[in-house]
């Protein structure tokens, strides 16, 4: 009987590859490909997970605290319902007398690691320990990486640290994120319904990022100053300069104090008038500057450029960059966390460079070739910044047959594989600084003098910037003609979008204070490459977070389950320094300097802790006196998510209608007040709505802007009418939440009018209602939010039909920059 070496691959396309390169014919089946020498199979992803806690015990069916933690000493694996039929296929493969050799050629890293032992785990019998254990290696999907990995197979004794960490991982996930999602979800629940709770020890410390930023946002509180813009003449030319203060010193305790701020409306007034029609001397300077290409993509930068440029999410970033690998092999390997290449890879690197020569960028791989500009620069060429992947880089198959989106992604990585190659762009830089009046204004301007890389991006057009200063002759006179005052105010920090959660997501050991834990974290941050966009996208399935345009907000969900996090003195669930620990002593394992039940051990005994303080807070039932303790007399309570009165019969959540209340609108309501309306609270999917909020009958009570029941008419006539409708001629009165007609108010459907108190995000006044009903058209609004999440200005319009429209104001001409 000839024995058969049998190579299980992690996809079906991937399988199909390797057939292409192995010797002898192959008959292919549904399950696998099977030759003289080689049986070529594949898993689908994972076939094999840990079982739930329900299906190793019964008991575990229900959530419930007394049954937590739950700490198996084993971990008991189950075939996954889904591709049950593919694993029996293997099963069989696997334990076939003629195999005498297994290869592991699923993804190289841990996760592939993982699906293989797992595989190999749930089928072990007597006669699969017999047999020989191999892997497979690869970087790439390229014919000459495949016949380079086959013939340099590792043996699986060199793979256990890496299956020892793998294991570890997967079971340290388990036991964390099962006992805390459970512990939480009884906790949360005990209040009546079933309220899941998920919890993980990366999605928890992502979503502790975006909630902090949204309460720097609620508390920030904005500063109004002035810019100074001045303008000159000297003979025929013209020019502008923003004045600033040459004596400015950074204050680190105020970031916003800038040499360029005025935040005295007097002074800014004083430095106009002194400057205004007065004689002025500048002075020039320039210099030359460059600027290199950035590095090659990692997974990440990737997906944080996709989503700046084009809108991608982290997860349709990363199904592109999948396809491109596997269906076209015209990428490498994406999942990877380095943006380098080892330092042998010049040969490779040449040869990648040639195949370009017969794509889009030909031109500028002949002149790479052409100037040999390939050489050992360490900013592309560096082993030790290489792990288990390289840098996504072409591979020198030239595409064919992409989709729209496809193209993009493939044209970046192209642009930035031959970009980094290039020399820097060189730019000469001027600076004119006009003073006047002892005050000092600049003028700054550029002009590229070499591409450089950027001829890549440019591709013949010009850069768009300022142009180079025009110089002035020797001796020139300058007047100042005008300075004009600009008010503006500071804004608060942004919103997360994807590209700028996935960069904290992977610089998230600077959060860490411990040096070791944070020198662990560069090489992984929160999650793995492979990893963060699917966390994203869990947090947004559980509606902890929604995406508006490209930003991502946190849901009244998130403030809830921090809060309760913190409360109970687990907040270590939400902080990357976990992550950070476990990363290196993963890494540790990885050296041979740690064990894999040292570790174990440390992940069990912290289970135990975070249950055991969440058992400890149900029993205790902590409640505190409430900052604003007390109103009218009565006592108030504060839990982590609510207000309670002492006698339990008003309790008022932080969170409503996924909106966090401060404490001076949880007192205006106690007081029986209506407040709002308010424009961010959320549905249960997470879709914005206006509404007030009152109190009645002790239970939240939300008004609409078209909310007629159990309004009193009679006080809201007595404010008096803000006009008549062009609709029915009725008078129209403010409420709650909106402006009714009396038409609206005694709910007529088809002659009533209805006006939202806030449109776009934009506050509406009465007296801007008052204008509105009387000339057709309100003042100019400033701060309407588009859909896109963008600020625009704007008239609203009324007809007589009662339908609302936008006019915009005409936008200011923009003054042509004189050219040298």
Known sequence: MTEKTLIIAEKPSVAGDLVKILPGRFKKSRTHYE????????????????????????????????????????????????????????????????????????????????????????????????????????????????????????????????????????????????????????????????????????????????????????????????????????????????????????????????????WDPARAARIAEACNGQPAVAQDSTKETQQSAPQLYDLTSLQREANGRFGFSAQNTLSIAQSLYERHKVLTYPRTDSRYLPQDYQATTTSVVRAQQGWQYGPYAGIILEKKYIRANPRVFNSAKVTDHHAIIPTNRIPAGLSEAEAKIYRMVVQRFLAVFFPPARYLQARRVTVVAEESF?????????????????????????????????????????????????????????????????????????????????????????????????????KYLVREG????????????????????????????????????LNQILKGEFTRDQFMKEIRDLTRQITDRIKGYEDQRQRQPAPFSPVGGRIFFETPTAYEREDGTLVIRKILGGRVMTDAEIVALINGETIGPFS????????????????????????????????????????????????????????PAGYLSESALENDDKKGLRISKIILGKAISPDDIRQLLEQGKTPLLKGFISKKRKPFDAYLLLDKRGKISFEFPPRRPRTPAKKD
């Open 550 to 585: 490209k930003e991502l907000t946190p849901t009244g969900k998130a403030f809830e389950l921090l809060a309760l996090l913190e409360a109970m003195r687990i907040d270590v669930l939400a902080s990357p320094e976990m992550t950070g620990e476990w990363e290196f002593k």
């Open 35 to 262: 030759g003289d020498q080689f049986i070529v199979s594949f898993a689908i992803g994972h076939l094999v997970s840990i079982c739930y806690p329900e299906e190793i015990d019964p008991r575990y069916q229900k959530w419930r605290l007394d049954d937590l933690p739950i700490l198996p000493e084993s971990f008991p694996l189950k075939v996954l319902d889904a591709t049950k039929s593919q694993f029996n296929a293997l099963q069989k493969l696997i334990r076939r007398q003629d195999v005498g050799t297994i290869v592991n050629a699923c993804d190289a890293g841990r996760e592939g690691e993982l699906i293989f032992k797992y595989i190999i785990s749930v089928v072990w019998n007597k006669s699969v320990a017999q047999k020989k254990m191999k892997r497979l290696w690869l970087q790439s999907m390229t014919d000459e990486a495949i016949k380079a990995g086959l013939t340099s197979l590792r043996n699986d004794t060199e793979m256990v640290p890496l299956e020892d960490t793998a294991r570890c991982r997967s079971e340290s996930d388990w036991l964390i994120g099962i006992n805390a999602t459970r512990a939480l979800t009884a906790y949360k629940s005990r209040f009546g319904g079933f309220f899941k709770t998920p919890c993980g020890r990366v999605q928890t410390p992502t979503l502790s990022l975006l909630v902090k930023r949204e309460q720097e946002r609620q508390a920030f509180v904005p500063r109004p100053y002035q810019t100074l813009i001045g303008t000159f003449s000297s003979g025929d030319q013209d020019y502008t300069g923003k004045w600033f203060d040459p004596g400015f010193k950074k204050d680190q305790n105020d970031p916003d104090k800038r040499a360029d701020r005025v």
């Open 442 to 542: 600049a003028t700054e301007g550029k002009i590229l003098l070499d591409p450089g890389w950027k001829a890549l991006y440019l591709e013949g057009a010009t850069e768009k910037g300022d142009d180079i200063l025009k110089p002035l002759p020797p001796d020139a006179a300058i007047t100042c003609t005008g300075v004009e005052q600009i008010e503006a105010e500071t804004k608060p920090p942004p919103r997360f979008s994807e590209a700028t959660l996935l960069s904290a997501m992977e610089n998230s050991g600077k959060l860490v204070d411990d040096e070791e834990l944070a020198e662990a974290m560069k090489e992984r941050g929160l999650g793995t490459p492979a990893t963060r966009a699917a966390i994203i996208e869990k947090l947004l399935k559980d």
């Open 680 to 735: 961010d609270f959320r549905s249960k999917k997470g879709k914005l709505f206006t509404a007030s909020v009152r109190l009645v009958n002790d239970k939240v009570d939300f008004i609409f802007s078209d909310t007629t029941e159990g309004l009193d008419l009679e006080t809201i006539k007595e404010q008096g009418s803000l006009g008549m409708s062009p609709v029915d001629g009725s008078p129209v009165y403010e409420t």
